[in-house]
């Protein structure tokens, strides 16, 4: 799966800050009760149904800290799982494998919830040509592995930060004078910058709408918090000039008909902060 952000540079950065913070100036419960050259095996039980995601980043977070692991992958990330599987065996070192253990445990368990949820929401929208996106609502320090986890679910991924696409949210539009100073003052900082990033407004009634179609050079209109009517009539006044987008108060309740009104995109911010971890834990095989 090849993702922008997703580089070994990225990911082993973030292993490294999160191996710094759990383990400090030592693992000192392991460091104090167990031998430095005893060898043992553990595996990855999965103890809940969903979608397994984080298998990858597992293995990198294990290879990282103690390149003599030998990790034993049984699970790829995607795949449908059950309570009572194995994800994957890790052997070598105990210590290596009980200072990593938290580190994978906490990634695993909020990638795969995220996962899960991302796909059952997929799920409900298959029959339409809406995709599903994720957001900026995510846990610091985290994203990274947050939005990986949404595309490995089945969603897809808004974009990654502040610097790689420009968002005039309701707040920007307000204190920039509306719609249309908003986006021709954007346009003007654009070129005047040489920066080539699409434009996506958000508008939270047809006259914004029409604005927003009005002003030009408008890569995706947000329809923020609309009922479905609406959205169907914002759809009709946009005309297929730029993409859409139905953001605001959507739920497994009401994605379906959100979907079925033609609309684009889906953003749901909870795929990242209303998930529910799936159950996994690391058990020493005796």
């Excluded at 599903?132 to 947050?146: G, S, V, Y």
Aim: proline fraction near 1%; charge should be negative.
């Amino acid at each position: 799966m090849k993702i922008k952000y997703l580089t070994k540079k990225a990911i082993f950065k973030f292993i490294d800050s999160a191996l710094k913070e759990d383990i400090g100036d030592g693992d000192h419960s392991t460091l104090s009760s167990i031998p430095e050259d005893l060898e043992q095996e553990a595996r990855l039980l999965i103890k809940g149904d969903g979608v397994i995601a984080g298998i990858q980043l597992a293995e990198w977070i294990f290879k990282r800290f103690d390149p003599e692991l030998e990790v034993t992958v049984l699970k790829q990330d995607g795949d449908v799982v059950s309570e009572g599987e194995v994800g994957l065996t890790v052997k070598g070192k105990a210590r290596s494998i009980l200072s990593t253990e938290r580190l994978v445990l906490n990634c695993m368990q909020r990638m795969s919830g995220i996962a899960t949820y991302t796909r059952e929401l997929t799920d409900m929208i298959k029959h339409t040509h809406a995709q599903l996106l994720d957001t900026r609502k995510t846990a610091p320090n985290f994203r990274i592995c947050e939005k990986w986890a949404v595309k490995i679910g089945g969603g897809e991924n808004h974009r990654f930060g502040l610097y790689d696409m420009v968002m005039l949210k309701d707040n920007h539009v307000d204190y920039a004078g509306g719609i249309k100073a908003a986006v021709a003052s954007t346009k003007k900082y654009l070129a005047d910058n040489d920066k080539d990033l699409r434009i996506e407004v958000e508008t939270r009634n047809l006259d914004e709408v029409r604005d927003a179609i009005e002003v030009g050079g408008v890569d995706v209109i947000m329809l923020d918090n609309m009922l479905p009517s609406a959205m169907r009539e914002a759809i009709q006044i946009i005309g297929g000039k730029c993409k859409t987008e139905a953001s605001g108060g959507i739920t497994e309740k009401n994605i379906k008909e959100m979907a079925e009104t033609g609309v684009d995109y889906i953003s749901i911010g909870a795929l990242t902060h209303s998930y529910t971890s799936l159950d996994i834990s690391l058990k020493a095989v005796k």
